[in-house]
């Protein structure tokens, strides 16, 4: 049964009486690079009701966002070209109109409104918010200036945006992300579309700010009855918001179906594999994770095989010979699957290799390599032409943490809440700071510059983004060996090419490829050999700033399990720095969480997130989708309203006394300092200082 417009319909009855409100039918889109031609989409089709919330998932460069960029007819051409297929939008035949034509400008903002994924690129920086959203409401609503500024404010104000009249002369820039994020919302709505297709609207944003976003989104369509288009790769928010599903990969549609039979049977490889290569909060922390595998170059135009079956870990001879499968029934209404393979026999190859699949942890040492004491890092703010001091920005405040020698320590909170300064101010890139750092018993901000030097051979670090971190002239070889020459850790030129064949494998790189340069790597590559160069030097204690952000959720999997691998190897320990909270559980021993430069609540992993003692932490928790459809009907969801205030607007009292909604008077004049509330536990709260309980997440 399906629940189309209020109502519970069969499946064979949709089919044959309820026309859909978007219908794409044999859809391929192609892009040309001199003589060579790819294939980005292949032949999809696809449907959306009115007031559905359906979702197009899968891995980067599968065909999502091209697919729905063919839809409005966006596809530059040249090199582009929209080679066949029909959409229709009600009754109108959208593939038939002039891309530049009046009857498409009217449908693109009209009757589909798009939210692109980067919102700074896609609002126009020289003109104001409310330029650019009175544009779309008087182009397709025919109202007047004075009655559009009336339904802008409106708009603004829907959306979550304060002072709504006043921010419309202010232009994109003095906005932060997930404001930015709203407008384009707003902007979206502002033409009554009947659907909306929104491209991966959160992937740059914070957990929590993703989740109001997204409840924005759903709120919108149950109000107006707007259908919702959701392009994602993340599982979780598939999970918690779509009815129906499409997977994608190579420019083709690999699996679809209600969200809830694709969780609990998926039935295609490439859909187990997207969902074994995740880390869940509701996950043991012994599963290993078990990613795709990844081939040099994924084919998108072999019509001879499915594009699958380099990756694919159950392929047999049968997916070798038979060309291409087509999608077929499984045994839900409306689940299809494009596998030769049964879906019991695709459960029967898992259950022999799920033994395998576990994590023997060792246990980190009880003495501390890593000290920090009462930390608090300051930057000075200038104003007018001289730039003259006119105050200091706190940015970390008081802050201490202690990690134990071969442990993962995790620090997690949303941007702007100091992770990253702490990392820079451990390396010593940051040096006016206040307060001890205490590496191996050494005072690290009282040695001089040799002896810093020499210690920072023991100290690596692996940044957030791989390309912009590795030098883009210099070969791969010379950017892993580096390190190698700077601290003299090798005598001669065959000791070194051999230290970095070893490095190299030891990462899973082939040590043919010293000779390439950063662009000819892939995004996971790239992050191998960040970590390679980490390695070079032998460190004690790596500190991963955001190092798995930029990647696919594949991807993610082998980058954690090489860290893994290589901390049981090496006794490696970790300052692992995140905002994804499922990875930060999966691979952390103790879990510190941070606001507006504070600590908030530190403890170890399965006490952190099995018994959550701030209201913040217990936020955040529940902000994470689960990838579970069954699960995430029936959890609690806590959505905190607003946004991160700036560090200058400090509150005087608790850090987060302005977004609680336990907040007391006490909270907005005192610091709460922390306490501890069983073994490793601390957390700085007025509330349970006096022994006062709130609901728990």
Do not use: W
């Not at 994924?117 to 330029?131: C, F, I």
């Not at 950063?518 to 390679?532: D, K, M, T, V, Y």
């Not at 029936?634 to 560090?647: A, P, Q």
């Amino acid at each position: 049964m399906y629940l189309i417009r209020g109502y519970a319909v069969p499946y064979e009855m949709r089919m044959k009486e309820i026309k859909h409100l978007l219908q794409i039918n044999n859809l391929s889109v192609s892009f040309r690079n001199d003589d060579i031609v790819t294939k980005a989409v292949n032949g999809i089709s696809y449907y959306i009701d009115q007031g559905e919330i359906v979702s197009v998932v899968g891995e980067s460069g599968s065909g999502k966002s091209v697919s729905q960029l063919a839809v409005l007819q966006l596809i530059p051409t040249p090199p582009g070209s929209i080679d066949s297929g029909s959409v229709t939008l009600e009754e109108e035949k959208l593939h038939t109109l002039k891309p530049t034509g009046p009857e498409m400008r009217k449908i693109r903002g009209g009757k589909i409104g798009m939210i692109f994924q980067e919102p700074m690129t896609s609002l126009n920086p020289v003109k104001t918010v409310g330029s650019q959203l009175l544009e779309p409401i008087i182009i397709h609503t025919g109202l007047n200036e004075k009655e559009a500024k009336k339904q802008a404010v409106s708009l603004l104000s829907q959306v979550g945006i304060p002072d709504a009249e006043k921010r419309l002369g202010e232009y994109p820039h003095q906005f932060s992300g997930g404001m930015r994020q709203r407008i384009m919302v707003a902007i979206a709505v502002a033409g009554n579309p009947k659907l909306i297709i929104a491209d991966e609207p959160t992937t740059a944003l914070d957990v929590t700010t993703q989740a109001q976003i997204l409840e924005l989104l759903k709120s919108i369509t149950m109000r107006h009855g707007t259908a919702l288009l959701l392009v994602t790769h993340n599982l979780g928010i598939v999970a918690r918001y779509a009815q129906r599903i499409y997977v994608m990969y190579a420019g083709r549609i690999v699996e679809s179906g209600r969200s809830q039979d694709i969780f609990a049977h998926p039935s295609h490889p490439y859909t187990r594999g997207l969902l074994n290569a995740i880390p869940r909060l509701d996950d043991s922390k012994e599963r290993k994770l078990q990613p795709i595998d990844a081939p040099d170059k994924i084919s998108t135009h072999d019509e001879e095989r499915c594009p699958f079956l380099p990756r694919c870990k159950y392929r047999c001879d049968m997916c070798s010979h038979q060309g291409i499968p087509d999608l077929t029934a499984t045994a839900e209404d409306g689940h299809f699957a494009a596998c030769y393979l049964s879906r019991e026999v695709l459960d029967n190859l898992d259950k022999n290799n799920c033994e395998a699949n576990r994590i023997d942890r060792r246990k980190p040492f009880t003495d501390h390599i890593l000290e920090i004491e009462n930390l608090s890092v300051h930057f000075p703010i200038k104003r007018g032409i001289l730039r003259m001091n006119a105050g200091k920005l706190t940015a970390v405040d008081q802050v201490s943490i202690k990690i134990k020698r071969g442990e993962t320590y995790g620090l997690v909170g949303e941007s702007g809440c100091g992770k990253t300064t702490i990392a820079t101010s451990i390396m010593r890139l940051i040096t006016d700071n206040e307060g001890e750092i205490i590496f191996n018993n050494l005072h690290l901000n009282r040695l001089k510059a040799s002896e810093l030097r020499r210690q920072r051979r023991k100290i690596q670090m692996i940044f957030q983004d791989p390309y912009s971190s590795l030098n883009p002239r210099k070969s791969a070889g010379t950017l892993v060996g580096e390190p190698l020459k700077i601290h003299k850790l090798v005598s001669t030129r065959t000791a070194y090419e051999s230290r970095l064949d070893e490095l190299f494998t030891l990462v899973g790189l082939s040590p043919s490829l010293k000779t390439r340069v950063a662009h000819e790597f892939s995004g996971g590559q790239r992050q191998r050999l960040g970590i390679a160069r980490a390695l070079a030097s032998n460190p004690d204690l790596i500190v991963c700033d955001e190092p798995i952000s930029a990647l696919d959720v594949s991807i993610q999997a082998q980058i954690i399990n090489l860290l893994e691998d290589l901390q049981q190897e090496l006794g490696l320990t970790y300052l692992f720095i995140a905002h994804d909270l499922s990875v930060v559980k999966h691979i952390s021993d103790t879990i510190t969480v941070m606001y507006l430069g504070k600590i908030v609540e530190t403890a170890p992993c399965d006490e952190l997130y099995g018994n959550p003692l701030h209201p913040y932490t217990q936020a955040l928790l529940a902000a994470v989708p689960i990838p579970d459809p069954m699960i995430e009907q029936t959890r609690e969801k806590i959505i905190i309203s607003g946004e991160v205030i700036s560090l200058m607007n400090r509150p005087a009292g608790c850090c987060f006394s302005d977004r609680c909604p336990y907040t007391m008077d006490i909270c907005r004049e005192q610091v709460p300092p922390g306490k501890n509330y069983g073994k490793d536990h601390e957390v700085a709260c007025f509330k349970l200082s006096q022994g006062m309980n709130y609901p728990q997440a």
